[in-house]
């Protein structure tokens, strides 16, 4: 199943609370026990196309965003340790963000054009601002318009652990923060516990996932075990991906977010990090291993000399779908936004 096929399945769902959300996010995060084909985010980051979107409300989305990047956390078994960010192009880049340090004002602008099967542009506008408010929008006027009106969407749990998530690892201590991004929806896994504990942390996680799938009318999925060895790995590098992703993608202005999330990446094995030109800038490609991605394949292009996120490439294993987002990220403030002056 793709991510528009359980879209569709789930088109009756009516919209949840911030709250309800989310509980669903975290809970139906842990209801596959294989990653698939893409990652999606929030149409904030990645926006769908509308018309699916509208249908199935934001629980869909929801429900969308966990399955395609299921999983757990970091093992608690010794041999299977964090791997260490070394010296990397990616951890060089971020100390070079860091040194330069972020530009004035007290928000990110990130505008991104997504381009779908039909290869029309869907324009999104998002502003994060230090205080942790988010402000959207499809065009200027729209985003100028929710920041003068001071309607902020409602800040989530999930939001700010990611972002402190990548503070974290800016500031030095990675193997801690890598455990912080990657459980910053569950600890479905059990980080940190003993067996039995960890089976105990999955067993919960199920049950709340069919009590979710229950309450909306939805047939229950049938209960798995919880993932080992290598499925395992798996999973806690597309969680450690799609995580540090919602980040950048969120405020990739703040130098401190930007740096941290470059140095979570540099953790991530046989991530394959190439050079290229977008535009006449020098750029470098992440392209995250297939196998963290049920097969499917997700390149995130970069700027070489500041780690600003310039293209996103997205193709679907199952379906071949092939999605291309551009972003542009900027340091401004809130005052100057709802003045119109973006």
Not at 308 to 329: F, G, H, Q
């Given at each position: 199943?793709?991510?528009?096929?359980?879209?569709?399945?789930?088109?009756?769902?009516?919209?949840?609370?911030?709250?309800?959300?989310?509980?669903?996010?975290?809970?139906?995060?842990?209801?596959?026990?294989?990653?698939?084909?893409?990652?999606?985010?929030?149409?904030?980051?990645?926006?769908?196309?509308?018309?699916?979107?509208?249908?199935?409300?934001?629980?869909?989305?929801?429900?969308?965003?966990?399955?395609?990047?299921?999983?757990?956390?970091?093992?608690?078994?010794?041999?299977?340790?964090?791997?260490?960010?070394?010296?990397?192009?990616?951890?060089?880049?971020?100390?070079?963000?860091?040194?330069?340090?972020?530009?004035?004002?007290?928000?990110?602008?990130?505008?991104?054009?997504?381009?779908?099967?039909?290869?029309?542009?869907?324009?999104?506008?998002?502003?994060?601002?230090?205080?942790?408010?988010?402000?959207?929008?499809?065009?200027?006027?729209?985003?100028?318009?929710?920041?003068?009106?001071?309607?902020?969407?409602?800040?989530?749990?999930?939001?700010?652990?990611?972002?402190?998530?990548?503070?974290?690892?800016?500031?030095?201590?990675?193997?801690?923060?890598?455990?912080?991004?990657?459980?910053?929806?569950?600890?479905?896994?059990?980080?940190?516990?003993?067996?039995?504990?960890?089976?105990?942390?999955?067993?919960?996680?199920?049950?709340?996932?069919?009590?979710?799938?229950r309450k909306y009318g939805k047939p229950v999925p049938a209960p798995k075990p919880r993932p080992t060895g290598k499925d395992l790995e798996n999973l806690i590098n597309n969680h450690l991906w799609s995580n540090a992703q919602h980040a950048l993608f969120a405020n990739a202005a703040?130098?401190?977010?930007?740096?941290?999330?470059?140095?979570?990446?540099?953790?991530?094995?046989?991530?394959?990090?190439?050079?290229?030109?977008?535009?006449?800038?020098?750029?470098?490609?992440?392209?995250?291993?297939?196998?963290?991605?049920?097969?499917?394949?997700?390149?995130?292009?970069?700027?070489?000399?500041?780690?600003?996120?310039?293209?996103?490439?997205?193709?679907?294993?199952?379906?071949?779908?092939?999605?291309?987002?551009?972003?542009?990220?900027?340091?401004?403030?809130?005052?100057?936004?709802?003045?119109?002056?973006?």
């Amino acid at each position: 199943m793709d991510e528009m096929d359980l879209m569709k399945k789930l088109r009756d769902v009516p919209s949840p609370g911030p709250e309800a959300y989310d509980r669903a996010r975290a809970a139906l995060r842990t209801a596959m026990g294989e990653p698939v084909a893409t990652v999606v985010r929030p149409k904030r980051w990645f926006s769908w196309p509308k018309a699916g979107v509208a249908a199935v409300g934001a629980a869909a989305v929801a429900a969308a965003v966990v399955v395609v990047t299921s999983g757990g956390s970091v093992p608690a078994g010794p041999s299977e340790a964090a791997p260490q960010a070394v010296e990397t192009p990616l951890v060089k880049l971020a100390s070079a963000v860091q040194a330069a340090g972020t530009q004035p004002g007290d928000a990110s602008l990130i505008i991104n054009t997504k381009f779908g099967l039909d290869d029309k542009p869907d324009l999104n506008y998002t502003l994060y601002t230090d205080q942790g408010r988010q402000f959207t929008g499809d065009s200027a006027k729209t985003l100028t318009d929710a920041v003068a009106k001071g309607q902020a969407e409602p800040a989530t749990p999930y939001d700010g652990k990611v972002m402190a998530a990548a503070r974290l690892a800016a500031n030095g201590d990675v193997d801690k923060a890598r455990i912080a991004m990657i459980t910053a929806s569950n600890n479905a896994l059990g980080v940190g516990l003993s067996p039995a504990e960890a089976e105990k942390a999955w067993a919960d996680a199920q049950a709340e996932t069919a009590e979710i799938f229950r309450k909306y009318g939805k047939p229950v999925p049938a209960p798995k075990p919880r993932p080992t060895g290598k499925d395992l790995e798996n999973l806690i590098n597309n969680h450690l991906w799609s995580n540090a992703q919602h980040a950048l993608f969120a405020n990739a202005a703040d130098a401190q977010v930007r740096a941290g999330v470059l140095k979570l990446y540099a953790t991530i094995p046989d991530l394959v990090v190439g050079k290229a030109s977008v535009d006449g800038q020098a750029a470098l490609t992440l392209t995250a291993p297939p196998a963290i991605l049920g097969g499917g394949a997700d390149v995130l292009t970069i700027n070489a000399g500041n780690g600003l996120p310039i293209r996103e490439e997205i193709t679907s294993a199952e379906s071949s779908k092939r999605y291309v987002v551009n972003y542009k990220a900027f340091r401004v403030t809130v005052a100057d936004v709802a003045a119109g002056r973006i």
